[in-house]
């Protein structure tokens, strides 16, 4: 391997369908190795994965890295958020985990929001009004029909929570992924114990909530992987948390990540608390807030559409007034978890390109309309848009999000924003420097602007207006699954 200036840290993306491992150098933020592997998700009704995969995935990723791996000084996750993995006395999965897009909880959703108070209350109390993607209904959801399966529980972990106690045999987690869980009171910064009581959930089956900058761990013997016994082991936190530290984020820049699910974010240092349920007011990993709007369906879903089309993903032509709603997997902004795909104004010269550019602007539509709710009232909303994601360096993503948005947009160079953020983390132990400082030191948000054009209003009115009159139709298959 080639030398480094500093020491070498790992940071790790496990995702909802493979895990990415690199290692860094902790000076210079220079990739030195890196090593992917898949994971495999159900379809149908619901959307679970065996954990066991999430760490076979991570010993195949560190296998790739070689050498490299096996002299760094620190390591951390980042994984997919609100995940729901249980574990039995021996820490092995009760059953697969169930994962965000796991829609099936939206009754157990909605009946939790009205039994405790309401949207306004939830919000106020845990930053967000749980929808069907949080973890507190999906353990609502496995209480009611696998009950069984709840009595063999002896801990409840999400999916980054799973890998870091494997590595030290602790059961941690940070105030980034606890966040979207749905019972951590985000005023008091612990676990709200009315919630637990509510869905029959023993805190004393939760993980410690490490702080920002503290040491979760050190390696312990007896793993497949290639640390050394005693190698620090950070917090971790949740995929966007760790991306916005990857990007060095500071107060106000707004991101749009395109990856499985869409995201709008940015860090603020206000608490946030939307009681529509459009914003999720979630924790960030250093101690600010990551106010973030989701949808279900982005780069799958369009992917999916040019699929049905026999056409490439960048085969787009310019609509003429087709409106695509790509709803393929029910939708989380807007909430309509049993949706599916709607098409309008389909017209015999209506081409296969002008159907696949709908789709993208049906996608990007909602997230851009969250955006407003999700930046602070101070926020500079002339300042460039940062792209990223797995459809960031697609071109028809880019000219979407351009046109629609109206903002400059900005394309980091960057890859693998969740391990990069995964790795400042691991980097600030040894250093003592706040994570996003040490991304802005390795400079991982540059990356060519793109200038910004008119937006293109008449489309998003369209779309507003279509989305507004199928509601109902929309909303049918709500308690469906």
């Excluded at 980034?176 to 004393?204: F, K, M, Q």
Aim: proline share 6%; net charge negative.
């Amino acid at each position: 391997m080639s030398a480094a200036e500093g020491p070498l840290v790992v940071g790790v993306d496990t995702s909802t369908q493979s895990t990415k491992a690199l290692v860094v150098d902790a000076a210079t933020g220079q990739v030195v190795a890196s090593g992917q592997a898949s994971h495999t998700v159900t379809t149908g009704a619901g959307r679970e994965s065996d954990p066991r995969q999430w760490w076979n995935a991570l010993c195949e990723a560190l296998s790739q890295c070689g050498d490299a791996a096996r002299e760094a000084a620190a390591v951390s996750i980042g994984g997919q958020q609100h995940g729901l993995v249980t574990l039995d006395a021996q820490g092995e999965p009760v059953r697969p985990a169930l994962l965000w897009n796991d829609v099936r909880s939206a009754p157990q959703a909605r009946r939790l929001v009205e039994e405790l108070g309401g949207a306004k209350t939830w919000a106020e109390r845990t930053g967000s009004v749980p929808g069907a993607s949080f973890t507190v209904t999906k353990w609502a959801w496995l209480a009611e029909y696998e009950p069984e399966a709840v009595r063999a529980v002896k801990a409840v972990r999400l999916p980054h929570d799973y890998l870091t106690e494997r590595l030290t045999g602790q059961g941690t987690t940070d105030r980034g992924d606890a966040s979207g869980t749905g019972w951590w009171a985000s005023g008091a910064e612990a676990y709200d114990t009315e919630v637990l009581a509510h869905v029959g959930l023993d805190p004393a089956l939760l993980p410690r909530v490490v702080r920002p900058g503290e040491v979760a761990g050190t390696v312990r013997d007896g793993h497949d992987l290639p640390f050394s016994k005693g190698t620090l082991v950070a917090a971790g936190t949740g995929d966007n948390a760790a991306a916005a530290l990857g990007l060095g984020l500071r107060p106000g820049t707004p991101v749009l990540s395109l990856g499985t699910s869409g995201t709008v974010y940015a860090v603020s240092t206000h608490r946030p608390a939307d009681p529509t349920g459009t914003v999720a007011g979630f924790a960030d990993a250093r101690g600010d807030w990551l106010p973030l709007a989701c949808t279900l369906n982005c780069t799958l879903a369009v992917d999916r559409v040019a699929a049905l089309l026999g056409l490439d993903r960048e085969a787009v032509e310019p609509g003429t007034g087709v409106t695509l709603l790509p709803y393929l997997d029910g939708e989380r902004t807007p909430n309509l978890p049993g949706a599916s795909g709607l098409l309008h104004g389909l017209r015999h010269d209506t081409t296969g390109g002008q159907l696949l550019q709908a789709a993208y602007d049906g996608a990007v539509h909602s997230l851009l309309g969250a955006l407003d709710l999700v930046l602070d009232a101070d926020a500079d909303r002339s300042a460039p848009l940062l792209l990223i994601g797995g459809g960031a360096r697609g071109r028809a993503w880019q000219e979407t999000v351009r046109r629609l948005s109206g903002r400059p947009v900005q394309v980091p160079e960057a890859k693998e924003l969740v391990a990069l953020g995964a790795a400042a983390q691991a980097a600030g132990l040894l250093t003592g420097e706040d994570p996003a400082a040490v991304a802005r030191r390795w400079d991982t948000a540059r990356g060519p602007v793109l200038d910004a054009v008119e937006r293109d209003q008449a489309t998003l009115d369209r779309i507003s207006e279509v989305l507004s009159d199928a509601s109902p139709l929309l909303d049918r298959g709500t308690d469906a699954g």
